[in-house]
């Protein structure tokens, strides 16, 4: 059994989501900053798929894999936070 995050229903929602979002952005630097973020967040998504085959071989996460989850739930915060106070900018 493998473990695949990136191909996952809820990252897919989430990353579609983030990505209409930003495509919606008019402000040219905000929108750039976005995209960073979106494709540092895909990256460390395809890390932590990368790394799943530890998991089932010797029974543990590599530290590897913590370090992702941790960048991966900070920059999501990142995405929603820009997103956020974006939507509240321009409305």
Same mark, same amino acid.
């Given at each position: 059994?493998?473990? &695949?995050?990136? &191909?996952?229903?809820? +990252?897919?929602? =989430?990353? #579609?989501?983030?990505? *209409?979002?930003?495509?919606?952005?008019? #402000?040219?630097?905000?929108? $750039?900053?976005?995209?960073?973020?979106?494709?540092? @967040?895909?990256?460390?998504? $395809? &890390?932590? =798929?990368?790394?799943?085959?530890?998991? +089932?071989?010797?029974?543990? @996460?590599?530290?590897?894999? #913590? =370090?992702?989850?941790? $960048?991966? *739930? #900070?920059?999501?915060?990142?995405?929603?936070? *820009?997103?956020?106070?974006?939507?509240?900018? +321009? $409305?």
């Amino acid at each position: 059994m493998s473990i &695949n995050l990136e &191909n996952s229903e809820k +990252f897919q929602q =989430d990353y #579609n989501k983030y990505k *209409t979002a930003i495509e919606a952005i008019e #402000n040219e630097k905000i929108k $750039k900053e976005m995209e960073i973020l979106l494709k540092q @967040l895909v990256a460390e998504v $395809k &890390n932590i =798929d990368s790394q799943h085959y530890q998991l +089932f071989s010797k029974s543990s @996460l590599p530290d590897v894999v #913590n =370090d992702s989850r941790y $960048k991966i *739930t #900070n920059i999501r915060k990142k995405i929603e936070k *820009t997103l956020k106070d974006y939507s509240r900018a +321009f $409305k």
